[in-house]
């Protein structure tokens, strides 16, 4: 089993409804971080957190939010969406220090039509 | 601010050696990752670098030099499956959140 899963793995949806994407993890971490990439580019931080109590703006946090549900449950919303939010959107968690290294889930591709 | 640069293409035969240089600009530098993504996939971690050299795993090498904010990512004995983008990603403290660059597309043939 995958150790970080992300659903929807698709959605496309209409300007101004609000969409939720959840993410989930079985490696035991504290950090989860939401990712978004558009093509050509690399990935761009939305938002980060580093305990169920601790949620942090990334680069990107305009016209989106989050929610820690649990250790393992980090979920993204989008309250209306847009057009120029058409993207893939990667979670991904990892464990304190040492190397960062990130683990990151399949994806989920959103279009906004 | 931060900022990353790196080669958007890179082309190479199969069986020979490429270097994916990264250049970075940030405050409070902690090291200095490698991801590798194939077409839309999630990306897979590689490598690190906290201190300056060279970080040898398999066939994959990362090399760091703080002094000059540069790093590279060695890639030998190339194979097919090793056509994909790979992302250099600067972290600052031991905060664990990380800058990605744009990526470097490789492209092997054979």
């Known amino acids: 089993d995958a150790d970080v899963t992300q659903t929807p793995r698709n959605r496309i949806t209409k300007t101004g409804k609000r969409i939720m994407l959840e993410c989930s993890q079985t490696?035991?971490?504290?950090?989860m971080y939401w990712y978004r990439q558009d093509p050509g580019l690399g990935l761009r931080l939305i938002y980060y957190?580093?305990?169920?109590?601790?949620?942090n703006k990334g680069e990107i946090s305009d016209g989106y939010s989050v929610s820690r549900q649990a250790q393992a449950k980090f979920s993204l919303s989008l309250e209306s969406a847009i057009p120029n939010q058409t993207a893939l959107y990667f979670c991904?968690?990892?464990?304190?220090?040492?190397?960062?290294?990130?683990?990151f889930g399949p994806g989920t591709r959103l279009t906004v039509t | 601010g931060q900022s990353l640069e790196q080669p958007s293409e890179v082309t190479a035969v199969e069986g020979a050696i490429v270097q994916i240089n990264c250049t970075y600009q940030t405050s409070g530098f902690y090291g200095l990752s490698w991801y590798q993504q194939h077409d839309g996939g999630a990306p897979t971690f590689l490598s690190y670098?906290?201190?300056?050299g060279l970080e040898e795993t398999g066939r994959f090498s990362s090399f760091l030099s703080r002094s000059d904010s540069y790093g590279y990512l060695l890639l030998q004995e190339l194979q097919m499956k090793d056509s994909a983008s790979y992302f250099c990603?600067?972290?600052?403290?031991?905060?664990?959140?990380?800058?990605f660059g744009d990526g470097t597309t490789l492209t092997v043939k054979p």
């Open positions: 957190s580093f305990d169920v109590k601790d949620i």
């Open positions: 991904a968690t990892s464990g304190a220090g040492g190397q960062n290294e990130q683990y």
């Open positions: 490696k035991g971490h504290d950090r």
């Open positions: 990603a600067v972290s600052r403290g031991n905060a664990g959140k990380s800058t």
């Open positions: 670098n906290a201190l300056d």
